[in-house]
């Protein structure tokens, strides 16, 4: 599964950015999405997660980590095909390259219970003054 991340770019701090995550050939709803970060000299980062779905009446099951939650939101366009990442209230520490990728085998992570694999190339997000 070939994911790919688009959305991001420079803000303020206090500011917002949606990212996207999607696939040509996948219905991703099929599919567990993990979103990751990475900022320069540091380990990559597991901050949100969205359970895969089945049929239309069932909803996905969500988890953040600690250093987004309660300003990031994951979501599911079923129609798009594409997992959004809403963020706002943008700090200078949420700088890094920010990267989508499938669940694999249930590991009883803190992402979901899930272990990820199949990462996108990632798209950059800066915040800065």
């Known amino acids: 599964v070939r994911l790919v991340e688009s959305g991001g770019g420079s803000v303020q701090p206090g500011g917002s950015l949606r990212l996207s995550c999607t696939n040509r050939g996948y219905d991703l709803t099929a599919f567990g999405i993990g979103w990751f970060r990475q900022a320069p000299g540091k380990e990559r980062e597991g901050i949100s997660c969205?359970?895969?779905?089945?049929?239309?009446?069932?909803?996905?099951?969500?988890g953040y980590s600690d250093s987004v939650k309660g300003r990031f939101t994951i979501s599911r366009d079923r129609a798009a095909n594409t997992v959004y990442l809403q963020m706002n209230n943008l700090q200078p520490e949420d700088t890094a390259t920010y990267s989508c990728?499938?669940?694999?085998?249930?590991?009883?992570?803190?992402?979901?219970?899930?272990?990820?694999?199949?990462w996108g190339p990632g798209t950059q997000v800066t915040v800065s003054s």
């Open positions: 990728a499938t669940a694999g085998a249930y590991s009883g992570s803190d992402l979901c219970g899930y272990e990820y694999e199949d």
């Open positions: 969205i359970t895969k779905t089945y049929g239309d009446k069932h909803e996905a099951n969500v």
